[in-house]
């Protein structure tokens, strides 16, 4: 069996030519890898296996989780991509099946555009004001977060009905970890082997999530980047971790152009990447332009955001390969057509970004400023501590319903002397919800409203839960009810009061 070291060592070399090169044109650098990768792969017949594309793609999420830990959220850019989500995948929806495509592939089309470049975003937002920079920043950062969750729904083994018990099984393992390794992380701080250390715990995170298949195992990466990051409170690794960002977007790259499918060549296909490229520009550009004005109100600011993340990230040319290569997309001429789309996308989002003086000026005649009365900071802080609640909630009422199922009569031996106790310290399990609906409790029906949202998801969650461990008697169902309404009644005690204890 021949070696494809050779091909590869000729493929890095055309990878840094090509990569000097369009850096020079004023493209990005990384794409000279990509196509350095394609050309060799095409012409030297090489094949890497799968796992090499699944390891960098999971460096690549550790990267991006830790991006996210180290920006931080902006609470409007975070309802901003919601909003933008939902309008990318309605208006995909839409033009896409008019063109005559499956379901399967306009979802496929439709989570390959939730993501822009953050690479690119960093470089056109250098010459945007101070706000929109933040926002543009913090918009690119969350699409990558939400392309990983959109990518465990396509690839993993989640399903519309096990995706709440995923979010909050999730959440829970991630405020634990991130506990855990806040004091672990005081034993490698400054070490050489810190870096290590945290790629280990992320393919940790990826084996746990892949083991319970709660997610696809790109989210459990994503997660150890995360918790590594906000575990670094001082910075003292991002130095070595950002050369070795630079590093892992390389290789990934060139993995991808030695992976993409390479048919022969259709130019009816090649039209139809060129052709998705541009309505992919046109979709996101609207999506982030609508949903950046929505969340700001200012026309000037948003098409400044949009024109700055107006592509395709490279982390969604993996998307139609893997889709592929699983199966879920039949035809290997449409993987080829649709793996370039991103590409294409990138190539000409530079040319795009040129043009935002003249987009600039027609919006800011045509469309006048929105008043935005939303308190994104207080509602982020309930969505938030809402999931992280719910989690919490789930992890007290699992641990005593399978106490109960599996002692019966004999649990009470061991539930009574420390039932004070439970009651004492449960206040710390929503003491951070009660605070943040404290900040809007003028809203007394969006309060009454979160709570009772809380009960159902943690109610569904623990019962679809406690099948899987132990039998579901009716006791232990009157249990996990009287349980949980005891604490939302007490946490709506609290916020009735007007003091807090």
Known sequence: MNSPLGEISITILLGVLFAYLFDRVGFPPFLGFFLAGAIVGKLGAVNLPDVYLQILLSLVAFEVGRGLGISGLSPAAFFAVILESALIISLSMLLFKLIGLTLTEVLIIAIMMLSSSSILVNRFAQVLPTEARAIALSITTLEDAVLFFAISLLFGKTTIENLPVNIVVVTAVSVVALAVFRYVYRLIIGREYAIPFALAIAFGFVYVVQYFQIASPFLGAFIGGYIFSRADTHGVH???????????????MLVVGFSIPMPAVNPLFIALSLATALLAVFVRVTAVFLSALFTTGQPRFSINVATATAHISELSITIPIVAYRLGVLKNAELAFALSTTPILTLFLAPLFWRQRSLLEKYVAKRIRELKIAVAYEKL?????????????????????AIVVSYLGIFSLVLLIPTIYYLIKYSRYIYIDLLLALREIEQARYVSIMVLVLTFALASYVVFALIVKVAELHHYIALLVVTVLTYLLIAIYKELSSNTTK
């Open 238 to 252: 991002i130095k070595e971790a950002t050369a070795l960002s630079s590093l892992i977007i390389y290789l990934y």
């Open 380 to 400: 982020y802080k309930v969505v938030t501590h809402f999931f992280i609640t719910t989690a919490k909630l789930v992890v007290f009422t699992l641990v005593i």
